[in-house]
């Protein structure tokens, strides 16, 4: 086999010698193919209830073929307590007695813990193949994994590569140790051992429209057999030549291929279908027989205690904030996947509540029956502000769940949204920062309408059943208890007036600095960003300062003088420099102004203290006696300017007024609180 363009080649002048006669041309016959049957699955799931019937099908095929093999293309972990409960132990001796000959690792194949992980792959009478995966640790529980194998058969030797998704969608726990490489570049890498076989298989665990990318750059293949996307192909697809097979996932299909090798001209043709297993009517008794035995084992494993609650985690209340159940739940999957800052789940999937008194992995399973999985996506504060309204925009309830995010439904008397208020880690949300949202993989699929819009960085961050169940024994081994209460997490409030409508999206009425923002904004004093926000928490430039206190003293810029700063132009120059002119500014000792500095809360209260002395033609005077903690940073010059600006209401210390943060930042928010009561102050 040396290649596509070879094989299209033999095959034109096969085509061209059935038309014409060719002296010394030896064709060849029907005795120079022989076929390659491979049965194939993928993203099983331990769902096991049908192996039976499955193996019965498998035994079928290979009574009828001289040259089989049966592959699978990973994740054959992770999604049924039977298995999940003794870390995969049951499929794998499941798919020993079905007679896999070899699996590319998948993602879930990781779920259980590295030890596990090793553990099942050596009771593995099949090689658990990866080209990609790399152990940089060799301290570590896994050992290297092969990267692909090769087959004697009957009358065709077949090499099987295996590629694994990069990096695998798992706990971080899992992978340490490990490095995992770009899986096209690797394939690259053994273009060799297609020279020593003549079929080759590319068994991947990548995604269909990796396995797409694979087939149009790597061009020595005969068959991709894939998993990871749950793509159902009732039939395979041809891509650059190249066919591409995947059964869909959680055992409903089997595939079957048929594969034509010609020894003659090296060409290799590729048929095939799904087979339901559901329409499937013969069982290995054998086979079922353990999967019966694994289930009724399971029950007592179901039964197994993994904590202890003496307050219930109920559901109940879930309709109106937030519920005990919940609140636990939400707490388990930021446990699991610390890298995320907030976790929200959908009521409707949370199907039971917990009674006071023992837990056990059963209740876990029962209050979240669907096996979920985690997915982590990256959203903007606005995003998530959307997605939180149409939440409860669905039925005019609360919908989500949440940790790390606390959020207030404002309400009209007719119960109809009007607003809401989100807070991460107790403060404001940032609508244009970016946050790492874990989400089950229902909503995050637009299930029940909903849209997180953003960049999904993890589509499979483990089970949620699994990480209840780990952060349940967390629990015990910290707190000796699970007990959860209602924490005011979700509130509803109905709000008694009309509310003005916002002139930035990310300015609400719940927002502390809503009315100083709105009534500079109506003055045209404050203007946003072209999105429709205001950006609240960004800190304000010197220049961008200098022009909101000029606008607000609607100072005459006609008659400016030349400008005196060598390092200021554009937008702000014209303010910067009547500014400079009422002097308002001085600038720096080096004769610049410094115009894209963030403007400190120092020199802000110290240019609105210049600001009140040239509106008002008077000279500040007050003798400073601030009691701050920090007094000995503020500079000596700006004490009298600070103690006007308390005086007169324009400006409080911070943390209950026991700091000044004179170096501090002053926010775009906090810049129009001040400017607000300054403009109150001289008008």
Same mark, same amino acid.
């Given at each position: 086999?040396?290649?596509?363009?070879?094989?299209?080649?033999?095959?034109?002048?096969?085509?061209?010698?059935?038309?014409?006669?060719?002296?010394?041309?030896?064709?060849?016959?029907?005795?120079?193919?022989?076929?390659?049957?491979?049965?194939?699955?993928?993203?099983?799931?331990?769902?096991?209830?049908?192996?039976?019937?499955?193996?019965?099908?498998?035994?079928?095929?290979?009574?009828?073929?001289?040259?089989?093999?049966?592959?699978?293309?990973?994740?054959?972990?992770?999604?049924?307590?039977?298995?999940?409960?003794?870390?995969?132990?049951?499929?794998?001796?499941?798919?020993?007695?079905?007679?896999?000959?070899?699996?590319?690792?998948?993602?879930? *194949?990781?779920?259980?813990?590295?030890?596990?992980?090793?553990?099942?792959?050596?009771?593995?009478?099949?090689?658990?193949?990866?080209?990609?995966?790399?152990?940089?640790?060799?301290?570590?529980?896994?050992?290297?994994?092969?990267?692909?194998?090769?087959?004697?058969?009957?009358?065709?030797?077949?090499?099987?590569?295996?590629?694994?998704?990069?990096?695998?969608?798992?706990?971080?726990?899992?992978?340490?140790?490990?490095?995992?490489?770009?899986?096209?570049?690797?394939?690259?890498?053994?273009?060799?051992?297609?020279?020593?076989?003549?079929?080759?298989? $590319?068994?991947?665990?990548?995604?269909?429209?990796?396995?797409?990318?694979?087939? *149009?750059?790597?061009?020595?293949?005969?068959?991709?057999?894939?998993?990871?996307?749950?793509?159902?192909?009732?039939?395979?697809?041809?891509?650059?030549?190249?066919?591409?097979?995947?059964?869909?996932?959680?055992?409903?299909?089997?595939?079957?291929?048929?594969?034509?090798?010609?020894?003659?001209?090296?060409?290799?043709?590729?048929?095939?279908?799904?087979?339901?297993?559901?329409?499937?009517?013969?069982?290995?008794?054998?086979?079922?027989?353990?999967?019966?035995?694994?289930? *009724?084992?399971?029950?007592?494993?179901?039964?197994?205690?993994?904590?202890?609650?003496?307050?219930?985690?109920?559901?109940?209340?879930?309709?109106?904030?937030?519920?005990?159940?919940?609140?636990?739940?939400?707490?388990?999957?930021?446990?699991?996947?610390?890298? $995320?800052?907030?976790?929200?789940?959908?009521?409707?999937?949370?199907?039971?509540?917990?009674?006071?008194?023992?837990?056990?992995?059963?209740?876990?399973?029962?209050?979240?029956?669907?096996?979920?999985?985690?997915?982590?996506?990256?959203?903007?504060?606005? %995003?998530?502000?959307?997605?939180?309204?149409?939440?409860?925009?669905?039925?005019?309830?609360?919908?989500?769940?949440?940790?790390?995010?606390?959020?207030?439904?404002?309400?009209?008397?007719?119960?109809?949204?009007?607003?809401?208020?989100?807070?991460?880690?107790?403060?404001?949300?940032?609508?244009?920062?970016?946050?790492?949202?874990?989400?089950?993989?229902?909503?995050?699929?637009?299930?029940?309408?909903?849209?997180?819009?953003?960049?999904?960085?993890?589509?499979?961050?483990?089970?949620?059943?699994?990480?209840?169940?780990?952060?349940?024994?967390?629990?015990?081994?910290?707190?000796?208890?699970?007990?959860?209460?209602?924490?005011?997490?979700?509130?509803?409030?109905?709000?008694?007036?009309?509310?003005?409508?916002?002139?930035?999206?990310?300015?609400?009425?719940?927002?502390? %600095?809503?009315?100083?923002?709105?009534?500079?904004?109506?003055?045209?004093?404050?203007?946003?960003?072209?999105?429709?926000?205001?950006?609240?928490?960004?800190?304000?430039?010197?220049?961008?300062?200098?022009?909101?206190?000029?606008?607000?003293?609607?100072?005459?810029?006609?008659?400016?003088?030349?400008?005196?700063?060598?390092?200021?132009?554009?937008?702000?120059?014209?303010?910067?420099?009547?500014?400079?002119?009422?002097?308002?500014?001085?600038?720096?000792?080096?004769?610049?102004?410094?115009?894209?500095?963030?403007?400190?809360? *120092?020199?802000?209260?110290?240019?609105?203290?210049?600001?009140?002395?040239?509106?008002?033609?008077?000279?500040?005077?007050?003798?400073?006696?601030?009691?701050?903690?920090?007094?000995?940073?503020?500079?000596?010059?700006?004490?009298?300017?600070?103690?006007?600006?308390?005086?007169?209401?324009?400006?409080?210390?911070?943390?209950?007024?026991?700091?000044?943060?004179?170096?501090?930042?002053?926010?775009?928010?906090?810049?129009?609180?001040?400017?607000?009561?300054?403009?109150?102050?001289?008008?």
């Amino acid at each position: 086999m040396n290649g596509k363009w070879l094989k299209s080649i033999l095959a034109s002048l096969l085509i061209l010698a059935s038309c014409f006669s060719f002296s010394g041309l030896a064709l060849a016959d029907d005795s120079d193919s022989v076929t390659l049957d491979i049965v194939h699955t993928n993203d099983m799931h331990a769902k096991i209830a049908n192996f039976g019937k499955i193996s019965a099908y498998i035994d079928e095929k290979r009574a009828e073929s001289s040259n089989f093999l049966y592959l699978d293309a990973g994740d054959i972990f992770s999604g049924n307590p039977v298995v999940d409960l003794q870390d995969g132990e049951p499929i794998i001796a499941l798919l020993n007695e079905m007679g896999l000959d070899a699996m590319a690792i998948g993602n879930h *194949e990781f779920d259980y813990g590295q030890e596990a992980f090793q553990e099942r792959a050596d009771e593995s009478n099949f090689p658990w193949l990866s080209a990609n995966t790399e152990v940089v640790d060799e301290t570590i529980a896994i050992e290297q994994p092969e990267p692909y194998e090769i087959f004697e058969l009957e009358d065709v030797t077949v090499g099987v590569l295996g590629l694994t998704q990069t990096p695998p969608a798992t706990a971080p726990a899992g992978i340490v140790g490990l490095d995992f490489h770009d899986p096209i570049a690797t394939a690259l890498q053994y273009e060799y051992v297609a020279d020593e076989v003549d079929v080759f298989v $590319a068994l991947t665990h990548i995604g269909y429209s990796e396995d797409q990318r694979l087939a *149009e750059e790597v061009d020595f293949f005969d068959v991709i057999i894939g998993g990871h996307s749950h793509t159902t192909l009732q039939e395979p697809v041809v891509v650059n030549g190249t066919s591409i097979a995947q059964t869909g996932g959680d055992a409903n299909n089997v595939g079957s291929l048929e594969i034509t090798y010609n020894k003659e001209t090296d060409e290799v043709t590729v048929t095939g279908s799904l087979q339901k297993v559901s329409e499937l009517e013969a069982v290995n008794a054998e086979v079922d027989s353990m999967v019966k035995a694994y289930e *009724e084992e399971s029950e007592e494993l179901l039964g197994e205690v993994i904590g202890h609650t003496t307050t219930g985690l109920t559901r109940d209340g879930r309709n109106n904030g937030d519920a005990p159940l919940g609140n636990f739940w939400m707490d388990a999957v930021l446990h699991s996947v610390p890298s $995320a800052d907030i976790s929200l789940t959908n009521n409707g999937g949370i199907r039971a509540s917990i009674e006071p008194g023992d837990i056990t992995a059963g209740d876990i399973y029962t209050v979240e029956p669907f096996g979920n999985l985690i997915t982590l996506r990256e959203m903007t504060g606005a %995003a998530i502000k959307n997605a939180i309204e149409f939440s409860y925009n669905r039925n005019g309830q609360i919908d989500l769940q949440t940790a790390g995010l606390h959020y207030t439904i404002y309400v009209n008397g007719e119960k109809e949204y009007v607003d809401s208020e989100l807070f991460v880690n107790g403060e404001p949300i940032d609508m244009d920062a970016t946050y790492t949202v874990a989400l089950n993989d229902f909503i995050a699929s637009s299930g029940d309408g909903y849209n997180f819009e953003g960049e999904t960085i993890q589509d499979d961050a483990g089970n949620v059943t699994n990480a209840m169940i780990a952060y349940a024994r967390h629990l015990m081994d910290t707190k000796g208890v699970i007990d959860y209460e209602v924490e005011g997490r979700i509130q509803v409030k109905q709000v008694e007036e009309e509310i003005t409508p916002p002139t930035f999206r990310d300015v609400t009425k719940s927002h502390w %600095a809503f009315d100083y923002v709105q009534h500079l904004a109506v003055l045209d004093v404050i203007n946003g960003y072209s999105n429709g926000t205001f950006r609240p928490n960004q800190p304000t430039s010197r220049a961008h300062f200098t022009s909101l206190l000029v606008r607000t003293l609607e100072l005459d810029l006609t008659n400016n003088p030349s400008n005196p700063f060598p390092d200021v132009s554009g937008e702000h120059a014209d303010a910067i420099v009547g500014a400079y002119n009422a002097g308002i500014i001085r600038g720096k000792s080096d004769g610049t102004f410094a115009p894209n500095e963030n403007v400190t809360r *120092e020199q802000m209260v110290l240019m609105i203290a210049r600001a009140y002395e040239y509106m008002t033609d008077t000279e500040i005077s007050e003798e400073a006696d601030l009691h701050f903690k920090d007094l000995n940073s503020i500079s000596e010059y700006a004490k009298p300017s600070i103690q006007f600006a308390i005086n007169e209401g324009i400006i409080s210390g911070k943390e209950n007024g026991t700091v000044f943060d004179p170096r501090g930042n002053a926010t775009r928010a906090q810049t129009a609180k001040v400017l607000y009561y300054f403009k109150d102050l001289i008008e």
